[in-house]
Each structure stands twice: as structure tokens, then as C-alpha cells.
């Protein structure tokens, strides 16, 4: 058992909303060696470094996944989080072959769907466990909030995430945050009569919020001001306190007690651990050269996970077949769309296991 003091220098578990076009992207492009999840396509016009858009929940998963097993950034950004969660709403609609969300009755739709969520972040946190930061950008909406001590209610700022009172994923996202940062434009109103009844809005500054407010949603750590300018260097420190904390940590075990010839030989797969780019790829998450030719009428979720795995039309066929779904010489094309969303994609892990099954018994 051990117990220690003081502060501990971790990666990073971030959350930036604000309104649309206040520069989330933008700021969050300025964060340590970012790369995006881009689920909305917003990053178009930056010049940074994305991965493919993930056009299903099991996608945005396989993504993830690859980032823990090649560190090929400091920081990924899910660039939009709520953007995101309509792939999980989407999965748990297509697995339950249900029409919408709200068609599972007694909330149970939304119970899933919190669950599916906490996989998610708890994904999330593996890759701040390994020293990556983690930035989700959402969007905001006004909502009307009522407190239970105090009579009326009053409008506030929220995260964009679960449209009805019993999803509980905005609560999940705020709790699993280490910092919460509100994004808005800072306007003033001033008196256009001498009388101070008419006013107008001037200003304009794009301002974060750190802190709680009865108006919006915030929180950090870090002992950030109430409010400050919308400019990564109020918060660089933070991610560069870090990141010298963890190379001092990787440098720690050359200088052990062990004698200088073992120093001497260990040393190289020391220095292995430091680049990013070098760490070794991993079959299951990495995409192969892609040898075989996939129809245009295969659907695009379903197109993207054997491209990523080099599955052909003839292996989902086989396998399909072998589990009686349809005959082997049926088109996928033909498949029904909800068997396709909710077997092949929502199951993506257990259907490739079946083709890696059968890959091992071909005779050559």
C-alpha cells in the first residue's frame, strides 16, 4: 500500500462547448500534437491532423482503440461529442431493431444508451491513463432551469447532449471531466437614452468561463480565473507541467541502481517508449493495404469496418451463411438494413472473429 502527497502531473480529460462558430476546433487544434475524431466534418478548413470520420458507434470505438495501441498524438479531440452520441443512439436503436430512441418504453432506450456512453469515456480514460489528453468539443443550448429552493426559474447555458430529462450522458460527461470550459461572446449593454430604458449590445469578446455560474455549466482543477480571453496560452501551462512531468518519468529508469553494463543494454527499449511514431502497431486496430474490391451498394458503416480489416464481400457472405442468416449467395445489398446496423456493425467484433475462424482453416 502506498500513500503519496501532493500533486500529480496526468494527461488531461477536457470538455469546450459554447455556441456554434465561437472556435472550438480552432482552440482545441492548439492543444499538445492534436489529432481529431472528426464526427461532424467541421475541421474541413483547418490544417491539422484527422482521422476518418466514423460513420457507426463500433467505428468510433475502433478509432480509439488504435490511438491507445500506436500513441500516434498527445491529444485527441472527439470533435463533436453530441455528434457522437447520435452514433450511439443509432447503435442502440439498429441492436434492438427499434424505430427510435423513445420506442423502448420506461426509459429503458435511454438507460442503454448512458450505459453504451460510460463504455465510451471509460475508452476515453484508458488513453489519459497512458498520457494522451482527451478533448471533447460539444455544442450549447439555452435551457430553462428551475432550482428546487427558490421560486421561478431562469434560462442557462448547457451541454448539448441528451434531449430529453431522463438521458443522464451530459451529467456523465461533466462528472468524467477534469475541466469544464464555457465559450462565449462577452457582450455588454448600454444605456442608448438618457433615461436607461433603451439598450443595446456592444462588445463581442470571445471569452472561456472555468467556473461555475448560475448562467452556465463550468469547473476546473486548476484554479483558472472566473473568466478570461478565448486564447490557448491561459491554459498552456497546465498541458506543459504534464508533459515534463512525464518525460522526467520516462527518463527515470535509466538512472536506477543497476549496474552500468545492464544500463547500457537496456537503454534502447527506454528510448523506444519516448517517440510516438514508434510504437508498434497492432493488427486488429490498424488498417492492412486493402487488396480486395468492395460494391459501392455495401453500406458506408459497414463498408468502412471491412476496409479497415480487409474483409472481403465473400468472407461476410460465408460467415452470414454459416450462421443461417441468409444463403451464401445472397448480396449484401440484399441484406435487410436493420440486420446489416444491428448485426454485422453493431457486432462488428464477434462477426470478424468468425472470419478470423474461418481464415485459419483454409488450406493454404
Known amino acids: 500500500m502506498n500513500i503519496t502527497t501532493g500533486k500529480v502531473a496526468k494527461a488531461q480529460k477536457v470538455v469546450l462547448y459554447g455556441p456554434e462558430g465561437i ?63 447520435r452514433l450511439g443512439i443509432e447503435f442502440v436503436i439498429s441492436r434492438a431493431n427499434k424505430e427510435s430512441i423513445t420506442s423502448f418504453g420506461y426509459g429503458e432506450g435511454f438507460i442503454q444508451l448512458e450505459e453504451e456512453f460510460g463504455k465510451f469515456l471509460n475508452k476515453l480514460s484508458d488513453l489519459v491513463e497512458i498520457g494522451i489528453n482527451v478533448v471533447l468539443n460539444a455544442h450549447a443550448k439555452i435551457t430553462k432551469f428551475e432550482q428546487p429552493d427558490e421560486m421561478g426559474a431562469y434560462d442557462r447555458w448547457e451541454l448539448k447532449l441528451g434531449n430529453k430529462t431522463t438521458a443522464k450522458t451530459a451529467a456523465l460527461v461533466k462528472e468524467w471531466a477534469d475541466m469544464v470550459l464555457f465559450m462565449n461572446y462577452k457582450t455588454f449593454s448600454v444605456a442608448t437614452d438618457d433615461k436607461g430604458k433603451r439598450h443595446k449590445g456592444q462588445g463581442g469578446m470571445r ?24 486564447e490557448y496560452g491561459q491554459i498552456a501551462h497546465i498541458f506543459t507541467a504534464v508533459h515534463a512531468a512525464q518525460d ?18 537496456e537503454q534502447p527499449n527506454i528510448q523506444q517508449t ?13 488498417p492492412v493495404d486493402n487488396k480486395v474490391e468492395l460494391s459501392p451498394d455495401i453500406p458506408k458503416a459497414l463498408r468502412d469496418l471491412m476496409v479497415q480489416h480487409n ?9 452470414v451463411s454459416q450462421k443461417g442468416y441468409y444463403p451464401q449467395e445472397t448480396p449484401i445489398s440484399n441484406y435487410d438494413p436493420s440486420f446489416i446496423d444491428g448485426v454485422l456493425v453493431g457486432a462488428w467484433q464477434q462477426v470478424y472473429g468468425l472470419i478470423e475462424d474461418f481464415r485459419k482453416h483454409l488450406p493454404f
Open 274 to 286: 519516448q517517440p510516438i511514431t514508434e510504437q508498434p502497431s497492432v493488427q486488429s486496430a490498424e
Open 23 to 85: 472556435g472550438k476546433s480552432s482552440l482545441a487544434s492548439q492543444f499538445p500534437e492534436p489529432l481529431f475524431i472528426d464526427t461532424e466534418g467541421s475541421t474541413s478548413n483547418m490544417d491539422v491532423a484527422r482521422m476518418d470520420k466514423p460513420t457507426s458507434w463500433t467505428f468510433l470505438f475502433q478509432e480509439i482503440e488504435y490511438v491507445k495501441q500506436n500513441r500516434p498524438c498527445k491529444t485527441i479531440i472527439i470533435d463533436t461529442v453530441d455528434w457522437a452520441e
Open 311 to 319: 474483409v472481403s464481400a465473400e468472407e461476410i457472405q460465408i460467415v
Open 248 to 265: 522526467t518519468h520516462v527518463q527515470q529508469p535509466v538512472q536506477t541502481e543497476q549496474p552500468a553494463a545492464q544500463q547500457q543494454v
Open 207 to 230: 471569452t472561456i468561463y472555468a467556473n461555475h455560474h448560475p448562467a452556465w455549466d463550468a469547473k476546473n482543477r486548476h484554479r483558472l480565473p472566473d473568466e478570461f480571453p478565448m
